[in-house]
């Protein structure tokens, strides 16, 4: 490798380096559609709303405040049950993503100076 070849050297790195952002960024998206599918199956072979409803307001006698709502079963109780999970699902994916962009654009700035190289040397 001479020092008139870095520009193509730097080029074809920087492309390589793009495609493996890519990559990780065509995984995540699969991966998330994957998901998004199973909940959407599991959700659709509910056959009720919820099946218990309870709804709690400050009754005497009981514990102070005790106020709020509680729904079990059914489609509402299958989302609320996994709001926990879902999130932590989200965090990774945002990461992946975060991580396959941060790789791609690395890649796109190595080919930018591969390609300012080869014009300078062109001239």
Same mark, same amino acid.
Not at 68 to 95: F, H, T
């Given at each position: ?7 193509q050297?730097?080029?074809?790195i ?5 495609f493996?952002?890519?990559?990780? &960024?065509? =995984?995540? =998206? ?8 199973? @909940? ?8 009720? &709303?919820?099946?218990?409803?309870a ?25 609320? @049950? ?17 991580a ?20 300078w =040397?062109?001239?």
């Amino acid at each position: 490798m001479n020092a008139n070849t870095w520009p193509q050297w730097a080029a074809a790195i920087g492309v390589l380096v793009e495609f493996v952002g890519f990559v990780v &960024l065509g =995984l995540e =998206l699969m991966q998330t559609n994957k998901q998004a599918l199973r @909940e959407a199956k599991l959700l659709a072979s509910e056959k009720s &709303l919820f099946t218990t409803l309870a709804v709690y307001d400050d009754i005497p006698g009981d514990a102070p405040n005790y106020t709020g709502a509680s729904v079990e079963g059914g489609i509402l109780g299958r989302l609320v @049950e996994s709001i926990p999970a879902r999130e932590k699902e989200v965090a990774r994916s945002r990461w992946m993503i975060s991580a396959g962009l941060v790789v791609s654009g690395l890649g796109v700035l190595i080919q930018i100076a591969g390609a300012f190289g080869q014009a300078w =040397l062109a001239k």
